[in-house]
């Protein structure tokens, strides 16, 4: 049925309606989107920041990051790594002028399966912040859900007071890993579930409710909800707006700009198909899942196990890329070599 000029105008955009019953993230490193759209919290990870780098607008907080990694001196690579850090922080602090809650920064994928590592830098991060002006209370540090990530957040979260949000979430193996860790956040990827499908099956389209994406988070919240975890739900990786329209109701969605366009643009009505009290009388029974668990459980799900390995490829070669092009800036004569 289509809606009247008329009634269209009085009718709040679809956008408007699904900050009523979903908090809204922005998924982008770009401040002018952040301004334009009013989310309530934003994340970023190394792509993003990538591609924010390269733009002429955000050269200062470049230069800044380069000069930061050269006061701290030592060996080139310690000067390009702390550069890096810096950088992410430096974005960071400047989206959190823009909205009222918190930022999610990422730690270097490469430390995907080294706990320590990741505790380490998480705990670097917030230092780093904290030099800004930024408490860790604004702050999620974002963690691959291998699990070596999710008992990092584990330790981030219980020893250190640090919130977390665990990234890469395929399987449902990663989502109650994650919730049994008693970590903040969880951001299930959706977008990237149905690649893979399309990629590796007859059928390449689906209607929003039987998106295998959608379904995924579906479960995951309505688990979350009937046992009562507290980790939060925060949709993400979204491909159009069918699907981010069919997960009204999760706690959260981190949206891209384009998407949170063509939102802002329609004008539907929006109801929740997602709900506390539909999750607690859901079928779903209980598990525990242990280190040996776990990785059973996830290395089943063929999907989640290659959308895993490959995310944290293309994160691990995104962040190497930034680390060139502060090498450039670090060590001029690196861009002749």
């Given at each position: 049925?289509?809606?009247?000029?008329?009634?269209?105008?009085?009718?709040?955009?679809?956008?408007?309606q699904?900050?009523?019953?979903?908090?809204?993230?922005?998924?982008?490193?770009?401040?002018?989107?952040?301004?334009?759209?009013?989310?309530?919290?934003?994340?970023?990870?190394?792509?993003?920041?990538?591609?924010?780098?390269q733009m002429?607008?955000?050269?200062?907080?470049?230069?800044?990051?380069?000069a930061?990694?050269?006061?701290?001196?030592?060996?080139?690579?310690?000067?390009?790594?702390?550069?890096?850090?810096?950088?992410?922080?430096?974005?960071?602090?400047?989206?959190?002028?823009r909205?009222?809650?918190?930022v999610?920064?990422?730690?270097?994928?490469?430390?995907?399966?080294?706990?320590?590592?990741?505790?380490?830098?998480?705990?670097?991060?917030?230092d780093?912040?904290?030099?800004?002006?930024?408490?860790?209370?604004?702050?999620?540090?974002?963690?691959?859900?291998?699990?070596?990530?999710?008992?990092?957040g584990?330790?981030?979260?219980?020893e250190?007071?640090?919130?977390?949000?665990?990234?890469?979430?395929?399987s449902?193996?990663?989502?109650?890993?994650?919730?049994?860790?008693?970590v903040?956040?969880?951001?299930?990827?959706?977008?990237?579930i149905?690649?893979?499908?399309?990629?590796?099956?007859?059928?390449?389209?689906?209607?929003?409710?039987?998106?295998?994406?959608?379904?995924s988070?579906?479960?995951?919240?309505?688990?979350?909800?009937?046992?009562?975890?507290?980790?939060?739900v925060m949709?993400?990786?979204?491909?159009?707006?069918?699907?981010?329209?069919?997960l009204?109701?999760?706690?959260?969605?981190?949206?891209?700009?384009?998407?949170?366009?063509?939102?802002?643009?329609?004008?539907?009505?929006?109801t929740?198909?997602?709900?506390?009290?539909?999750?607690?009388?859901?079928?779903?029974?209980?598990?525990?899942?242990?280190?040996k668990?776990?990785?059973?459980?996830?290395?089943?799900?063929?999907?989640?196990?290659?959308?895993?390995?490959?995310?944290?490829?293309?994160?691990?070669?995104?962040a190497?890329?930034?680390?060139?092009?502060?090498?450039?800036?670090?060590?001029?004569?690196?861009a002749?070599?």
């Open positions: 049925m289509s809606v009247s000029p008329v009634k269209r105008q009085k009718m709040e955009s679809a956008l408007d699904l900050k009523h019953h979903t908090t809204v993230v922005a998924d982008t490193g770009d401040f002018n989107a952040i301004d334009e759209y009013k989310p309530l919290d934003a994340t970023t990870n190394p792509s993003l920041i990538l591609a924010a780098a002429p607008a955000y050269q200062k907080l470049v230069d800044d990051a380069v930061y990694g050269k006061k701290l001196g030592g060996s080139e690579e310690e000067q390009i790594k702390n550069a890096s850090d810096k950088l992410f922080v430096l974005f960071g602090a400047e989206i959190l002028k909205i009222p809650g918190r999610s920064t990422e730690v270097d994928a490469r430390l995907s399966f080294d706990k320590e590592g990741m505790i380490q830098r998480a705990r670097r991060l917030i780093l912040y904290k030099e800004v002006g930024v408490g860790k209370d604004r702050i999620l540090i974002k963690l691959s859900s291998t699990w070596e990530g999710i008992q990092a584990r330790v981030l979260e219980a250190y007071g640090i919130h977390c949000n665990m990234t890469l979430l395929f449902f193996a990663q989502a109650v890993a994650c919730a049994e860790a008693g903040t956040l969880i951001s299930p990827f959706v977008g990237r149905l690649d893979w499908y399309v990629a590796n099956g007859d059928k390449k389209t689906y209607e929003p409710s039987e998106d295998p994406g959608v379904k988070v579906t479960k995951i919240y309505n688990y979350y909800k009937k046992f009562g975890y507290k980790t939060i949709g993400a990786s979204f491909r159009n707006t069918g699907q981010i329209k069919a009204t109701g999760c706690d959260y969605l981190t949206i891209s700009p384009k998407l949170l366009a063509e939102l802002s643009k329609e004008h539907v009505k929006l929740p198909t997602l709900s506390v009290k539909e999750a607690q009388a859901c079928d779903l029974e209980k598990i525990h899942l242990d280190e668990a776990f990785r059973w459980h996830h290395n089943e799900d063929q999907m989640a196990v290659e959308k895993l390995s490959d995310g944290i490829r293309r994160f691990a070669a995104d190497v890329k930034l680390e060139r092009m502060l090498k450039v800036e670090i060590t001029p004569t690196a002749s070599l």
